[in-house]
């Protein structure tokens, strides 16, 4: 079975920094595309980032350009998310997910709905105090 595992969350004061990491296991696939994505309290969720392993391409929705950088150590098969000048409004719950089969690298990536259940990770607590 798939296994996503988040972590790095915690709490941070505004203007600081942390770095998410999403281990995966139990992969049989050769491509894979992973999504960061996350919830605050009462919202949606939103999709944040996304990294294609073929070839490092990259997508990042609106909040996240020019203070997150997703990146992904293949070997390893962990996408890794670096969250800079972090933002009150940044917190939320973040959750990774994996597209198995990914062609082209799209805005699709960044829709909740387009990932199966089966392949979501946990979430990981970021807080982020004024």
């Known amino acids: 079975d798939v296994q996503l595992q988040a972590s790095g969350g915690g709490l941070v004061q505004a203007g600081g920094s942390l770095r998410l990491s999403c281990a995966a296991s139990g992969f049989t696939f050769d491509d894979y595309a992973i999504a960061w994505f996350r919830q605050a309290p009462g919202k949606e969720r939103e999709g944040v980032s996304c990294i294609m392993s073929r070839d490092g391409s990259t997508i990042y929705a609106d909040p996240a350009k020019g203070r997150f950088t997703i990146s992904t150590d293949n070997a390893r098969i962990t996408v890794y998310l670096q969250m800079d000048r972090l933002k009150p409004e940044d917190t939320a719950v973040y959750y990774c997910?994996?597209?198995?089969?990914?062609?082209?690298?799209?805005?699709?990536?960044?829709?909740?709905?387009?990932?199966?259940?089966?392949?979501w990770g946990q979430g990981t607590q970021v807080t982020v105090s004024s």
């Open positions: 997910a994996v597209d198995p089969s990914p062609r082209r690298l799209s805005l699709l990536h960044l829709n909740p709905n387009y990932y199966e259940d089966e392949y």
